[in-house]
């Protein structure tokens, strides 16, 4: 495969692995499905296991590498710029893969092992050193590159409309949305809602899930709703948390893969206000 390979550190500085000086070697290895663990339960007197549950596990990419100088100070210099660039006392980086039909695809992780140095004579010379460099990816799965940016607003003043609740659309008044989430798994969506407007509620009908939360929005006010595993708020940008302020039917809910049909409502609602969403799709391999 004709894939472009990329380190983005924890600075978002971006190098490259495919350089006159750095090449990816063929056998780079974890970088397409992640490992799978079942949880089986054994039938008493009875052939084979019951699947109970499965869990994405952690993977580990190798990429094996190879560093080429003009002189043996050249290659050192080489060598400690890439040892400095993968730090894993910083926070994570990213592997970013360009493949070779224009998608880009990173993977959050962090430099474990390989790179302590084999000199023997299958590996380095004078004025060349190789190096498989091992990273963990805690998250398994590849992002897209970019995030997905919608936002929907009632489109004319809404005392021209009879009834609330509002739906609002990025199209059509009173009209419920689809959203194609085009990654390979679920992914966890950011609202972004800003007022005026009061009791904010956010379905999703192909899973029948709801973020209901009952507040107001004055003009210029604003509510964000981060429903990412380990960072799940609701707050508006003084900083009030809001959640308390979710029905108890209310959940963090993702988009799944492919079409969501998506209900947003808000009373009293005007052309000031407005609704923006933002997600990233997810993938099993880049």
């Known amino acids: 495969m004709a894939d472009k390979t990329y380190w983005i550190d924890a600075n978002g ?3 490259s692995f495919d350089t006159p000086n750095i090449k990816v070697l063929l056998g780079m290895r974890g970088k397409f499905m992640p490992p799978i663990e079942y949880v089986e339960d054994e039938i008493p007197l009875q052939p084979g296991t019951v699947p109970r549950a499965f869990k994405v596990k952690p993977r580990d990419v190798d990429i094996p590498l190879q560093f080429k100088a003009n ?5 050192r210099n080489l060598v400690r710029s890439t040892l400095r660039m993968i730090n894993p006392l910083k926070r994570d980086g990213q592997i970013k893969v360009v493949s070779s039909d224009g998608s880009q695809r990173v993977l959050n992780c962090r430099y474990t092992g390989g790179f302590e140095g084999d000199e023997g004579q299958e590996n380095s010379g004078i004025l060349w050193q190789k190096a498989l460099l091992s990273f963990r990816a805690f998250d398994p799965f590849w992002y897209d590159s970019s995030t997905v940016v919608q936002t929907f607003t009632t489109g004319q003043p809404a005392t021209f409309f009879p009834f609330f609740p509002l739906r609002l659309s990025s199209s059509t008044v009173f009209a419920d949305i689809a ?4 990654g390979d798994v679920e992914t966890y969506p950011e609202w972004i809602i800003k007022g005026p407007g009061n009791g ?3 379905r999703n009908l192909t899973t029948g899930e709801v973020i209901n939360i009952n507040t107001t929005l004055n003009v210029g006010e604003t509510v964000i709703i981060n429903t990412k595993p380990l960072k799940k708020s609701i707050k508006k940008t003084d900083g009030t948390n809001l959640f308390s302020a979710q029905s108890d039917d209310s959940s963090f809910w993702a ?3 492919g079409q969501n049909s998506i209900r947003i409502e808000m009373s009293n609602a005007t052309t000031d206000s407005s609704v923006q969403l933002s997600y990233t799709p997810r993938y099993w391999s880049p």
């Open 71 to 75: 002189s043996e100070v050249e290659l």
């Open 13 to 15: 500085t971006e190098y």
């Open 255 to 257: 988009l799944q893969p």
């Open 179 to 182: 959203i194609n989430n085009r």
């Open 200 to 202: 904010i509620v956010i």
